[in-house]
């Protein structure tokens, strides 16, 4: 050993010997060494591999942690900001009011001014937009990166509004994350070459909907959750591993920054809750919380019905839609002007706790203590400034009662929210829907305390009612009952970092959410109706006789098919007379046997090549050749075909299964007509509407 | 009014004008009446629907609480009486010896010999088997009545063997719950006469696996996601919605019924926990969370590897294979006798803790207390019994500190629990599993909480470790990794009623994960291998360059096709040459143009019928007709077929997605051969082996 060290080290030896030394020099411990490398290797092959889908997806969860805390910053800053101006102007009301009015003007109209002007796709939440995009439909322009600059400024403009304007985060950010995973899937089809696999642009959009979700709340489970049930009818295990890394990685690095910034000690859930864990509720409660969930969902049912009248209303009155359309900026300019000259605190805002932010208005509904029992023992006056310990301050209107408020909160918000939805500026409904249900669930907690002031069973130990669990149960099921998913009940737990009510508040969503989808579809699917985007509304098995319903009864049988004799001139006159997206190939005219599909784009182009072939060989006068369609153009392989005898259900499953949007219909190996999701779409609403399906 | 009043009572009123006065009565408020008639005509119609899935989902739900409750109670009455037994021989050792080993073989021979009596299906867990039946499989007796008695009986006793054995019984209630759910599917068929929907069977297959999950913890959400990750890889939402609501209800029904049990004062948790909740962990303790991570996941790859060698070992070994051939009750009683001698108390036992039932096993870990600081406070003498208040103390041997009996734990169940599962009798092996996880998190715990005793930072505040926190997380990393899964995290939770662990439990559970799936099958994947039960092997793309594989390069090609012209005697030859299950029909024999497919038991009835037939008519000395296959047999429509092209990704994703057994594979409308599941899954073998694939 030591001579190898002394040669290795020896400066007279020349170049050829050192390079035979470094091939055969006795290291030390050879077997080790080899070990070692070995393993090295091993986890440099299995780790380090470039364009795996485990770096992008840990990628984007960390840039929407950091996108979605840096935006957290500035509203918080922003938020600071305008209360500061607000309380320095104490002595003048008019001061204050014009304050307190202008600054989410301003606000407003810049976000809508902004996004409209740099990309009018920007508006809205997104969510439905994303969901028609994944059921195959292509909507390119918005998931571009101009799309990304308009949203996030847009966004933190709409949230600096404060609560005067009431509206959230999350929707924005679910399409922000998927913009970034379609820029994150580009730079990896650029990186590996891997052009072909358009499955994985699919299963990177799935994840992101889940870490947008998560980088929202700190929420991974949850995120994972809600993205499934918002997003999709069907869904990949594999994807919902994906979606439960990036989602984790996201929450964790969302939390992880707060603890650098010194808001928090450590990791702990966004809001803090000391529920008891011992006794949280008692058994009778549990009928309270199921009443809960029916109140909540009877008044869901209300809220979508309202609220798709009046952004019908918009699209049908004169004088709005003019307005809208010529200047959006100044339609959400008055609409806030309107907001908040009501929720001036001077005003009427002094009846509904205007003065807190969204998370304050949340923490002070989550509170474990019952402000019947703090009201009697604490001097309520109206505070010159927001006291953070004790939030619910706010909600004691001293002539006015919290039960006072909190009606009238309901009340007024419940239009607000509404007229504030119609605003067409990057904005998130979720998370005001959350705290709607929380003021439900609260006031229905405070009644139960008033009612049962030393609890239900009240023998021996006092377990007094906690409104603060109805306020969580309210919370899920009306946002649940909102947006058609149960996973709102977990998300409750996540962001309050304990499960005590965890069966009743299940039960309070499950309640809510039979009745709203019993009556009215979902705000995402709601929305994607009034917006006239494609989509296929789901079976309602029972009402209809749908079960009886078969391909043959609703099938488009006007098909015209490539033949493969078919020479220039045919082929011209086919797609001249018929703009079909995708044609039938079919061996000739007479058998009809399907042979294959080619897509129109493909046909057209091929045409247009031939022209110039015809004109260059016209020129050079050579003989035509033979036109071969079939040579040039790629024709797909059937894959898929539906049967006259396949029942609408089958049939609807698949094209919701496979992503499908067009399939023929072959009878005996023959075409005989086509489906696609149109026809689905009009079949299905014709059994909704009574009426018999009618072939096209 | 209140002439129609002295009408009615008057007895003079003939039948007739009583009839009269029946249908023209003036009633009270006749708006009001017909109202309330509408709506309760409206409650009855959408409510009281019979044969509605929702009823068939609640009974589920209710039946396996019942079912789930009545065995612990059954359990823990015979888990007492097998300790106030042993309680009371204190004075003689060998008493204590006989009745410690005794008991346990009792029921363990009684359980293997009743369960292989009945039903030898009944034997393991049936997670594996019902995997295999959702991939459209047909293993109808291990959904049989008989079967379902056999399981309970046995389970029963397996589970009364207690801690000793070191069973579980998750597996065996997803058996269960999918035994009673087809009954019940059964039941529903015959009552709405819904004969078609073989889709409803499914659905009710993936509710009752979720519902099994629940109904044994009390852990609705965790139930679901678990039963989704383990049963399927792909689910519809819809079902996920029916897997929530059965689950909901089992939970609930079981947590009520504690509670009317006087187990407990209300609806908690099933392991209640007492952690710190505004400071449950340090931020650098996120790093020794993933270091647990990865213990875990190296662990549960060495526990996977040698489960599944001694099973194969077993299944090889001439002497054992004779035995458990013979006699399965007597190998059940030998190795119970073996574990029993070890977890003698006055032995081994000592070591490890074995005075404990599973429950309080899990109990004493979950401890939110540190054991260190808890030991040097107390007396440490053996004590006669076991005290339900400080279960810790059975983990303090006075010689051996509680760091040599969980590492004695450790080493001990390692094989003992692999020994275990080997029984042919009805047991879960997740509980097992999940405890064993929490040992090493709690001895992880343990040895960070002594390195530093006053928490890491240790600035000002204390903020001590708590090991309980590195409990959960051990149980949920150790079970995540085995199982495969990620809900383990989220059963923890559900467990101890409280989240303040999440993103740190979730990181382990995703490192665990992401090592196990690297390098091993899953628990049940595995199972499902050894027991050469039909699967479809998953695609490790990476590593094998199958993105360039094409179907044309793996089917079929050795295809006999069913001619329209055939008559009888081809047919005759064509079935008695080749049994297939399936025979593609063509136009005739030259073009091969697919038309559809048929079963061969179709066509075996179809000729069975034909010879009757044929015979009749010649003793009638009738002229023989036409033999039409095509208008007796029923001929499927051709609805998925593939091309020679498509890649082996998409045929394998179509199969999974479709849960297809085979399909044609046509080129240019010919038929040219076929890929089964056998085909795809010896393709994929090949592959992963380095071979090229072979054409069959």
């Known amino acids: 050993m030591s001579e190898v060290w002394r040669q290795e080290n020896s400066p007279t ?51 929407m942690a950091l996108i979605s805390f840096a935006l957290d910053f500035t509203v918080v ?44 796709q920007s508006g809205g939440s997104g969510i439905p937009e994303l969901k028609t995009i994944l059921t195959g439909v292509l909507l390119e322009e918005y998931l571009t990166m101009k799309n990304l600059g308009a949203k996030v400024v847009g ?25 970034i995973a379609t820029y ?33 709340f700190g929420a991974p489970i949850s995120g994972v959750l809600f993205s499934v049930e918002v997003m999709s009818s069907h869904f990949a295990v594999r994807n919902y591993w994906r979606g439960f890394f990036a989602a984790t990685c996201g929450a964790f690095v969302f939390r992880l920054l707060a603890v650098f910034n010194s808001e928090q000690e450590t990791i702990i859930a966004l809001f803090k809750t000391k529920f008891k864990v011992d006794f949280p509720f008692d058994l009778p409660e549990t009928f309270i919380f199921i009443v809960l969930g029916i109140i909540c969902g009877l008044l869901s049912c209300v809220y979508l019905c309202c609220q798709r009248w009046l952004v019908g209303y918009i699209r049908r009155n004169a004088f709005i839609l003019k307005l809208v359309a010529a200047e959006k900026a100044v339609y959400s300019g008055l609409v806030t002007l309107l907001l908040a000259s009501i929720t001036f605190p001077g005003s009427l805002g002094q009846f509904m706790a205007c003065r807190l932010t969204m998370k304050e208005l949340l923490s002070s509904l989550f509170d474990h203590r019952s402000w019947g029992v703090l009201s009697q023992n604490a001097t309520l006056d109206i505070q010159a400034r927001v006291d953070p310990d004790n939030l619910w301050i706010e909600w004691c209107h001293p002539s006015f009662t919290f039960f006072g408020t909190l009606l009238f909160f309901l009340f007024m918000k419940f239009w607000m929210l509404i007229l504030a939805t119609t605003m067409p500026m990057p904005a998130g409904y979720f998370m005001p829907v959350l705290i709607y249900g929380a003021v439900i669930g609260r006031l229905v907690g405070e009644v139960v305390a008033v009612i049962f002031p030393n609890g239900i069973k009240s023998e021996g130990v006092l377990n007094p009612i906690i409104p603060g669990g109805y306020a969580l149960a309210g919370a899920a099921a009306f946002s649940g009952a909102v947006t058609h998913t149960l996973s709102t009940a977990l998300l409750v737990f996540e962001l309050t970092g304990q499960m005590a009510h965890f069966l009743p508040v299940l039960l309070a969503v499950l309640v809510a959410n039979a ?61 001249t007379s018929r703009s079909d997206a995708v044609y039938p190939v079919v061996e000739n005219s007479e058998s009809m046997v399907l042979v294959g599909s080619v897509q129109r784009n493909e046909v057209v182009k091929f045409l247009q090549a031939q022209r110039e072939e015809k004109c260059r060989k016209e020129q050079l006068q050579l003989k035509e050749g033979d036109i071969n369609l079939w040579e040039k153009c790629h024709i797909d392989p059937v894959t898929f075909q539906l049967s006259p005898s396949t029942s609408l259900h089958q049939a609807h499953k698949l094209f919701d299964l496979l992503v499908l949007q067009h399939m023929f219909v072959s009878s005996a190996g023959k075409v005989v007509g086509f489906v696609s999701r149109n026809e689905l779409k009009k079949v299905i609403e014709d059994l909704t509407n009574g009426r018999s399906p009618v072939k096209m």
């Open 13 to 63: 030896l020349g170049a050829e010997k050192s390079i035979l030394l470094q091939q055969n020099v006795r290291r030390p411990w050879p077997k080790t060494r080899k070990n070692v490398t070995g393993c090295l290797g091993f986890v440099k092959r299995h780790l380090f591999r470039v364009g795996d889908d485990w770096y992008f997806l840990f990628i984007l969860g960390v840039l």
């Open 77 to 120: 800053k922003l938020l600071k900001a305008h209360r500061w101006l607000f309380e320095q102007l104490e002595d003048s009301n008019l001061l204050q009011y014009i304050s307190w009015t202008v600054y989410p003007i301003a606000m407003t109209t810049f976000s809508t001014g902004f996004s409209q002007c740099v990309s009018p």
């Open 155 to 179: 966004l933190t403009c709409s949230l600096a509004a404060g609560s005067t304007i009431f509206l959230g985060k999350v929707g924005p950010f679910v399409h922000i994350s998927s913009m």
């Open 184 to 216: 994150l899937g580009r730079i990896r089809t650029t990186v590996t070459r891997d052009y072909e696999n358009k499955n994985k642009q699919y299963e990177m959009l799935v994840a992101a909907a889940a870490v947008g979700v998560a980088s929202c």
């Open 515 to 575: 009745i709203a989808q019993k009556f009215q579809p979902s705000f995402y699917d709601g929305t994607i109706i009034v917006k006239k985007l494609p989509y296929l509304p789901k079976i309602r098995s029972v009402d209809i006789g749908s079960y009886n319903v078969t391909v043959e009864e609703f099938m488009n049988t006007n098909i015209m098919c490539l033949d493969k004799s078919f020479n220039y001139t045919d082929i011209l006159r086919l797609v």
